[in-house]
């Protein structure tokens, strides 16, 4: 490999290890869940609140991430976010209470910017045929760091369950959930040393004035006679938007007619990508897998085969991206995936829910199942008729700690049939838009606007993402898994026919050329 391929791979290795701390942050707490609603005694809404306070804190923090990039620097910037995703590590791991909680995640959630910067700054560096590669390895870090994610929290509730002596001389039973927090800590203080030793971004330099500097950040990652070419591109289209580069001038930016094809293509899919439902499962995958009524050690196994399943997928479309092209993986994944929901709704839409004297006497252990005799032998049509049902007799309380015991002696189901469909939508997700949106945000803005267009398009994603993740427990709880993953493949349905007529081909193509592309649009 030439030697400045290998300078942009290890520049875009080091950023996007910013992608595997939000994949750790974002599925490490999926398993702290029952834990944490037992300790602080949550309600629904609560639970949201924690899961969702990072979702919360990024829609704050990608308002003025735009303006950092742009005043910063795009390095500067990175530095930041990895010392405030420390920060909030190990505030989470000490916070005695619900509120200091929230406030911890919320934290974090302002360094969830980094997917967006890093998207940036790999777009920035990387070479146009190799471009699409290295803007995915952000999205495979993502799934590397959700698939240690569950592996962690796997292997941190076997342990507590195991009555090892070491386990309770270092707590691990007390505070399983604790410790499943505390596994961010360190990769995030490795990351932050990292990001010492890339370069600032060639175009941001350019931007400044500095193409001296710029000059020599870009002989480290293409061709030397390459290089003065590029520069000329970048400052013609630098020149396109106003001379003005306050923030007021770079919002106007966004409104040139000559980005408007752009513009409505990054508002789309930045609204599509989370309104797929991916972070309802992905932040919620135990619990999501104990509807199944697989019980809670399988529901967090079921987990790690999903952390699977999104390497793999990703994997293979890091691998695909720049030889098939965005289009046809982005436009066959989303088909898939809103065929995959359509499966789930019917699965859960078919099940019952029965509890027989046996099922009744197999719960004694865990609270009075007595009081569960009024229910015995009536057939529910849907989870949420159950579950009132249950709460009627139990109180919310006992049904909410018990919820995964109840379902499991309760449901009948094709728990293989919603299973592979769960598991065909993680697939398909991740072989189409979920790496792609980033690649295209990397790709469809011109330099003049792209330090402020790429946090907007983040913050639509951010918004509705919070909402997702916000309400999705209550959601469950009172609309049904039937109702949820229909929405969900309703949506991606739409989608998909706004896309087909919007996107255009980007692959091996300069940033530059694409602008052209869409401006003529």
């Excluded at 007390?174 to 990351?191: D, F, H, K, Q, S």
């Excluded at 029965?354 to 609270?367: E, K, V």
């Amino acid at each position: 490999m030439a030697s400045y391929r290998s300078s942009a791979l290890r520049y875009a290795i080091i950023v996007a290890l910013g992608g595997f701390i939000f994949g750790l942050d974002a599925a490490l707490i999926s398993g702290t869940v029952r834990f944490i609603t037992t300790e602080f005694g949550l309600s629904d809404m609560q639970v949201g609140a924690v899961v969702a306070a990072p979702g919360f804190g990024v829609i704050f923090a990608l308002l003025a991430t735009g303006h950092i990039c742009n005043k910063l620097g795009r390095k500067k910037a990175l530095i930041i976010i990895a010392g405030l995703y420390l920060i909030s590590a190990v505030s989470s791991v000490i916070a005695p209470n619900f509120e200091a909680l929230v406030a911890a995640r919320f934290l974090g959630g302002l360094a969830f910017t980094s997917l967006s910067v890093a998207s940036m700054y790999i777009g920035e560096v990387a070479p146009p045929n190799m471009r699409g590669k290295l803007v995915s390895m952000n999205q495979i870090n993502i799934v590397l760091g959700l698939l240690a994610a569950y592996f962690a929290n796997y292997t941190i509730l076997q342990a507590s369950n195991s009555g090892a002596e070491w386990v309770e001389s270092v707590g691990l039973a007390t505070y399983t959930w604790r410790w499943m927090l505390g596994v961010e800590v360190v990769p995030a203080a490795i990351w932050l040393v990292l990001l010492l030793t890339i370069p600032e971004s060639p175009r941001w330099l350019i931007l400044e004035g500095r193409q001296v500097e710029a000059k020599t950040v870009m002989r480290t990652v293409m061709h030397e006679e390459e290089i003065d070419l590029q520069i000329k591109s970048i400052e013609e289209s630098v020149h396109h938007g106003h001379k003005d580069r306050s923030l007021k001038a770079q919002i106007a930016d966004l409104f040139d007619r000559r980005i408007r094809a752009a513009m409505l293509l990054g508002f789309t899919v930045a609204f599509l990508q989370p309104i797929t439902g991916i972070n309802a499962i992905m932040f919620y995958a135990p619990t999501v897998f104990e509807q199944v009524g697989i019980g809670t050690n399988a529901a967090f196994m079921q987990s790690v085969i999903i952390g699977l399943v999104s390497v793999v997928s990703t994997a293979i479309a890091l691998l695909l991206i720049d030889r098939l092209g965005r289009r046809p993986l982005m436009l066959a994944g989303l088909c898939a995936a809103a065929a995959s929901l359509f499966v789930c709704a019917w699965g859960f839409y078919s099940a019952t829910y029965l509890l027989d004297s046996a099922a009744i006497n197999s719960l004694a252990g865990a609270f009075d199942s007595s009081l569960l005799q009024p229910l015995a032998n009536i057939e529910y049509t849907s989870d949420v008729t159950f579950k009132n049902a249950a709460r009627e007799v139990l109180g919310a309380e006992i049904v909410r700690a018990n919820d995964s015991a109840l379902l499991e002696q309760a449901i009948r189901i094709d728990a293989t049939l919603v299973l592979l469909a769960i598991t065909g939508f993680i697939a398909a997700f991740h072989l189409s838009i979920g790496p792609i949106m980033w690649v295209l945000f990397s790709e469809i803005f011109p330099t003049s606007v792209r330090g402020i267009a790429i946090p907007c398009f983040a913050l639509v994603t951010s918004i509705v993402n919070y909402l997702v993740q916000q309400l999705f427990l209550w959601q469950l709880n009172n609309m049904g898994a039937s109702m949820i993953f229909l929405f969900y493949a309703v949506c991606i349905t739409i989608g998909v026919v706004i896309i087909a007529r919007l996107m255009p081909e980007t692959k091996n193509k300069s940033i530059e050329e694409i602008e052209a592309s869409l401006s003529s649009t």
